[in-house]
């Protein structure tokens, strides 16, 4: 360990720059210098001279076709300095696309100067006697905190295959060709689902291996017409559509309707689910029928509906069966629903086949592909679509020792416990945003991000204005907030869904940077934040 005056010193260290990073950092910076910290290590060779800009926000999940599934213009930061000048060219961005507007954010909000990328933090141990966090990052420079604000999903992904290998959340920065490629694509996730709908436009075969049928959505993608959405701006529309988000279950535009499934007539049922989904997006699961999420039959009817709407797209039986089965693979919406385009035509295709991996699990990958009890398939590429460890994976990667000397991941080794999905007992002044047991996973980021970042500048304001040197959460208040998030868990079909509880309550993205919080009144609301 270096001598305190060789450390770096902040009041606040922001790990994971993104809309966390970015929502905290100007409310700890208002008067203050900034430097960043990076975090996730984005240093191989490939990344060497890359704009810095590209390092930031989903550095690695930049596969093929990734996209966000929030209707525009709420996936932003809600800051009207911010979207006054900026105006998202489709209703559902693109990565290429983020990169920008996280570039603008920057530019806009004089944040460069104040994140450092490129750095994976290693550890954090807490100083009882001085009340700061000494943190250590892998190139070995130290730098030393009052508040630790974490925010830092994981990624995972490895195999002795000789052909090409990636991972969507881990994807390389060069062009990965897949035209006229053999390829297999493992998951169908939200990733998976956007990965093989470009596969499937290139690929000479393309095999999907899937455990759970994605029981996704038409996106109804479209271009968003920039005089259109200069006039919805001067209108009030997009102010309007940011406040409806701060009151909205899902932080979205929309919600459920105040009647239950069968008070309407079948044929009423019918035209409302239509509505639902005629326009795209996530709709028929966030704003259908009240009881959906709480009534096993009313949820029935919903997959019901669903799965005539998919087996329409689907000419081949055996398909439509893995792809839409009888039997619903869970409650619907017990999974996040993913968004498509042209999923099921993709699938339809017949140089694409599907291994149900729950009959046919794959039982190695060896030099040339995939073998399952169904056979080997030689493959030029595989696309690990198999998600990351989102809700805890990164906090845990990290060696966060606490007042008791012992690590996040021992005091979460039996099950994770949070007061209010923000601070953790035994972890002083360190909180974390869009991470488990708070409603991330399920809402629209941008919305519970803000909401969390005002809640904390305000909380670490008081504390500083109070001269309150250091604040942890009681195991009390933890047990408090588990029972309750359990019972709320248990009351709803999300917890016939197959994840566990701590899953549902994750967060979604890959981040791959990290920011440092500056020395001068630190944590003070930004005066345009709406
Ligand atoms: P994910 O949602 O965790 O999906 C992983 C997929 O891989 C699932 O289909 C899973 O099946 C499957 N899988 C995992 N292990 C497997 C195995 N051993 N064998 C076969 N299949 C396996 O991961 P993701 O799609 O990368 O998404 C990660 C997070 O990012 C999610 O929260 C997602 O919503 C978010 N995301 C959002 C967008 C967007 O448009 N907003 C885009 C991409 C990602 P099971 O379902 O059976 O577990």
Redesign the pocket.
């Known amino acids: 360990m270096g001598s305190t005056s060789e450390i770096a010193q902040y009041d606040a260290l922001i790990v994971g720059a993104g809309f966390g990073g970015y929502s905290m950092l100007p409310s700890c910076m208002k008067e203050g210098q900034a430097r960043v910290e990076s975090g996730e290590s984005a240093k191989s060779d490939e990344d060497q001279g890359r704009p810095q800009t590209d390092r930031g926000h989903r550095f690695w999940n930049q596969y093929p076709g ?4 929030s209707d525009a213009p709420v996936y932003q930061l809600f800051d009207r300095e911010l979207w006054e000048d900026f105006t998202f060219s489709e209703r559902f961005p693109s990565w290429q696309e983020l990169q920008r507007y996280f570039a603008h954010v920057e530019k806009k909000w004089d944040l460069r100067k104040d994140i450092e990328y490129c750095k994976n933090v290693e550890s954090a141990d807490w100083d009882s006697a001085r009340c700061r966090w000494l943190i250590t990052c892998s190139d070995g420079t130290e730098t030393e905190c009052k508040w630790l604000i974490l925010y830092i999903p994981n990624i995972k992904g490895s195999s002795e295959f000789q052909g090409e290998l990636y991972h ?2 881990h994807w390389p920065h060069y062009d990965v060709s897949l035209k006229n490629k053999r390829i297999a694509v ?7 689902i ?1 990965v093989i709908q470009e596969a499937g436009k290139h690929s000479k075969r393309l095999t999907v ?1 899937q ?2 049928p ?1 029981l996704c959505l038409p996106m109804v993608q479209r271009k968003l017409d920039p005089v259109e959405e200069q006039k919805k701006k001067e209108t009030g529309v997009y102010a309007e559509a940011f406040k409806k988000c701060e009151s909205t279950a899902g932080g979205v535009t929309y919600e459920r309707t105040d009647k239950n499934t069968f008070d309407d007539t079948p044929e009423e049922r019918e035209k409302f689910y239509q509505s639902l989904v005629k326009d795209g997006g996530l709709q028929f699961w966030v704003a259908g029928y009240k009881d959906m999420m709480t009534d096993q039959k009313a949820n029935d009817a919903a997959y019901d509906f669903w799965r005539r709407m998919v087996l329409k797209r689907i000419n081949n039986p055996a398909k439509g069966e893995l792809l839409a089965p009888e039997v619903p693979p869970h409650p619907y919406g017990a ?2 629903p ?1 968004l498509e385009q042209n999923y099921f035509e993709v699938m339809n295709q017949d140089n694409v086949d599907i291994i149900d ?1 729950n009959r046919f699990p ?1 039982e190695e990958i060896n030099a040339t592909g995939l073998k399952t009890a169904a056979g080997q398939v030689d493959v030029d590429i595989i696309i690990f ?4 460890d ?1 809700l805890t994976g990164g906090l845990m990667d990290i060696q966060i020792r606490g007042t008791d000397g012992r690590t996040l991941m021992q005091h979460w080794a039996d099950g994770v416990k949070t007061s209010i999905g923000i601070a953790v007992p035994k972890f002083p002044n360190m909180f974390y945003l869009f991470g488990p047991q708070a409603p991330s ?1 399920f809402s629209n980021g941008p919305s519970c991000i803000q909401s969390q970042a005002r809640w904390l500048a305000k909380l670490v304001e008081k504390l500083e204005t109070d001269k309150i040197k250091s604040f942890e959460a009681t195991e009390a208040s933890a047990d408090e907030w588990l029972e309750m998030v359990r019972d709320e868990w248990d009351a709803t079909l999300f917890s016939k869904g197959k994840i566990s509880l701590p899953a549902l309550l994750s967060s ?1 993205h890959v981040l791959t940077a990290c920011t440092a919080g500056g020395r001068a009144r630190i944590f003070q609301e930004r005066k345009s934040n709406p």
């Open positions: 990734a996209r966000v599934d969507t959340a493992i998951g169908t996730g939200a990733s998976g956007q291996y455990r759970t994605n999974k996040r993913s991996v794959i679509a198999t998600g990351f989102a996973t979604i």
